[in-house]
């Protein structure tokens, strides 16, 4: 079965400091990726998505994350952090059963930025 | 912009109680779905629907019914409440099942059951 791990369920940052979030699927066929934030009290609003082609792949907010096909990782970036990036943070995986997509979730990662 | 609209935004209920939680997109995608979300869990697929009359079930179906009468909406029902039912709970649609297209998700439903 497909799975998503995202490794951290908390990351204290300072504001201005770099932040990588962590995650690792399993899939032995085609993988579609993709990182959603939640803001409180709010919906899943769409970070950035890896469908094919290059391997970094730039978001919104000045995200980014890097497909590694030989490590399972799609792991997400952010060079300097602000207070409003406080949020949560969810990676997932689009798979294909019964000729159905499906997107799995990870159990989502809740960033804390500090002044 | 309505996107997907999901009412209601909160709710109490006893258990043993029913109660239909509404979701309704007007951007006339074919694809629909509930999750529910709990904490150190992530989101987790109830139910799916691939288009209007056709639907099937996720991860975790066991005390929820849907319906898809319509292309625009999407109730989620359930039967008798349950406190394991306590969550959040969000409504996502996208234009297609079979593509790799963005997935648009509503406001969320915060569901007590006492």
């Known amino acids: 079965a497909q799975s998503v791990t995202q490794l951290d369920s908390q990351v204290p940052v300072f504001e201005e400091a770099p932040v990588e979030l962590r995650c690792n699927y399993s899939?032995?066929?085609?993988?579609?990726l993709f990182w959603y934030v939640q803001y409180p009290n709010q919906g899943l609003q769409l970070l950035l998505k890896y469908l094919s082609g290059s391997t970094l792949v730039k978001g919104i907010n000045g995200f980014e994350a890097e497909f590694n096909k030989s490590q399972t990782s799609f792991h997400l970036r952010k060079p300097s952090v602000h207070i409003s990036d406080t949020a949560e943070y969810f990676c997932a995986v689009r798979v294909l059963e019964s000729g159905y997509n499906k997107l799995i979730f990870g159990a989502g990662t809740r960033l804390a930025v500090h002044p | 912009n309505a996107g997907v609209t999901q009412t209601p935004k909160f709710q109490v209920l006893k258990t043993g109680q029913s109660m239909t939680l509404q979701c309704a997109q007007d951007m006339n995608h074919e694809y629909m779905s509930w999750y529910r979300q709990d904490p150190g869990m992530g989101l987790r697929l109830i139910h799916y629907?691939?288009?209007?009359?056709?639907?099937d079930q996720g991860e975790v179906p066991n005390g929820y019914n849907v319906s898809r009468s319509t292309t625009e909406d999407f109730p989620l029902r359930l039967l008798s409440a349950a406190p394991s039912q306590t969550s959040v709970y969000f409504c996502a649609s996208s234009y297609s099942a079979r593509m790799n297209t963005e997935a648009f998700f509503g406001q969320g439903t915060r569901l007590t059951v006492v």
């Open positions: 899939s032995s066929v085609s993988v579609y």
């Open positions: 629907s691939v288009g209007a009359g056709i639907t």
